[in-house]
């Protein structure tokens, strides 16, 4: 079975520019997670997709957005990129949404802004 | 606040020394616990959960309530251990959202 995929693994923005980051969860997964990856931060939730319903966000600005499509693929969209943006982007899935479920990651996207 | 708290970034051990990774949380609930692993050059993968109460590759964690902990132990590491790790948190049941820590760096020299 194919694992998560994500695209582009690179992205190199400069400020001000938005930007739209894709995933494809495994077949037969249902839900989709976000996660922005920083050194001085670690890993923070951005968001939770189900049935193609945000079920939950996480503590950033409105510039970071995000949907998913009936075939449970997930896009995040940052706008009016700022430095701060630069990090590594992870998409996870899982079979369904609930606390306990396995995650699984994708290689992520790296962004650069510049 | 949710939180989890892994306070050592980096671990060095030797091959066959016990290994004990940290972590504490901080939930109002009952939160499921994980600890995930991320080796060079790989994906970031679950190692255990502790609904599953299960051993993987020799480790283990117990979900301490008293204390919020949920320390990850090996009793001989592997070099093949080095790796990043993470402990994370999840709840309430509805949801798939993980709260992760720091990370800690696990060394492990010949």
């Known amino acids: 079975k194919a694992g998560v995929t994500q695209t582009p693994r690179y992205l190199i923005k400069t400020r001000g520019q938005q930007v739209t980051l894709s995933c494809s969860p495994i077949?037969?997964?249902?839900?989709v997670s976000w996660y922005q990856q920083t050194p001085g931060q670690g890993l923070q939730f951005l968001f939770e997709?189900?049935?193609?319903?945000?079920?939950n966000k996480g503590n950033f600005p409105g510039r970071f957005s995000g949907r998913q499509f009936s075939n449970s693929r997930s896009e995040m969209n940052v706008s009016t990129l700022e430095l701060g943006d630069s990090a590594l982007y992870l998409c996870?899935?899982?079979?369904?949404?609930?606390?306990?479920?396995?995650?699984?990651f994708g290689p992520g996207t790296r962004l650069t802004v510049l | 606040a949710q939180r989890v708290t892994q306070p050592e970034k980096l671990l060095s051990v030797f091959k066959g020394a016990p290994v004990e990774l940290k972590c504490n949380y901080s939930?109002?609930?009952?939160?499921?616990l994980f600890w995930y692993v991320q080796y060079s050059r790989q994906r970031l993968q679950l190692l255990l959960r502790?609904?599953s109460r299960e051993s993987i590759k020799g480790f283990t964690a117990d979900l301490n309530k008293g204390e919020t902990s949920f320390h990850l132990k090996k009793p001989f590491a592997q070099e093949e251990d080095s790796a990043m790790y993470y402990c994370?948190?999840?709840?309430?049941?509805?949801?798939?959202?993980?709260?992760f820590g720091t990370g800690t760096r696990l060394q492990v020299f010949p």
């Open positions: 077949s037969g997964h249902r839900s």
């Open positions: 994370a948190l999840s709840g309430p049941w509805n949801t798939d959202k993980l709260i």
């Open positions: 502790h609904i």
């Open positions: 939930y109002s609930g009952s939160p499921e």
């Open positions: 997709y189900f049935s193609e319903t945000q079920r």
């Open positions: 996870a899935s899982s079979l369904v949404q609930g606390a306990g479920n396995e995650q699984f």
